[in-house]
């Protein structure tokens, strides 16, 4: 195996294994199995797996609007799975201080967002 992919490899394991985020330390957190968070300065954007698949939570400032595999969530109808990912994602920008000025903003949407699902926020 060549170096590049032994590198790969062990980034893997080391992902799997909780060390999460897009930054040099990562985050330790380990509902998100294999998250990139990548933060902008009015949005955020988390990628994991779930299902065997890659899916997104985006969350938009200035538009105040969350985004669930690209789908608005106000406009869409959840599973509580995908509500528990939602709440997660809360907690996961929690985790990372560079997030901390979207942080309140995301918490007032999404409870915004749950309350017109007719869900306790």
């Keep these: 195996m060549e170096k590049k992919e032994k590198e790969a490899s062990a980034t893997s394991r080391a992902t799997a294994g909780g060390w999460l985020g897009s930054h040099e330390a990562g985050v330790p957190?380990?509902?998100?199995r294999e998250a990139r968070l990548f933060l902008g300065k009015d949005r955020a954007t988390l990628t994991f797996y779930v299902?065997?698949?890659v899916a997104s939570i985006h969350y938009d400032a200035q538009r105040d609007e969350i985004f669930y595999r690209g789908h608005n969530v106000k406009n869409m109808t959840m599973s509580p799975e995908q509500w528990q990912s939602l709440r997660k994602f809360g907690e996961y920008l929690e985790q990372?201080?560079?997030a901390a000025s979207l942080l309140v903003s995301y918490k007032r949407c999404l409870e915004h967002v749950m309350t017109d699902h007719g869900l306790p926020a």
């Excluded at 957190?29 to 998100?32: G, P």
């Design 29 to 32: 957190f380990e509902y998100f």
């Design 51 to 53: 299902d065997q698949e």
């Design 96 to 98: 990372d201080p560079r």
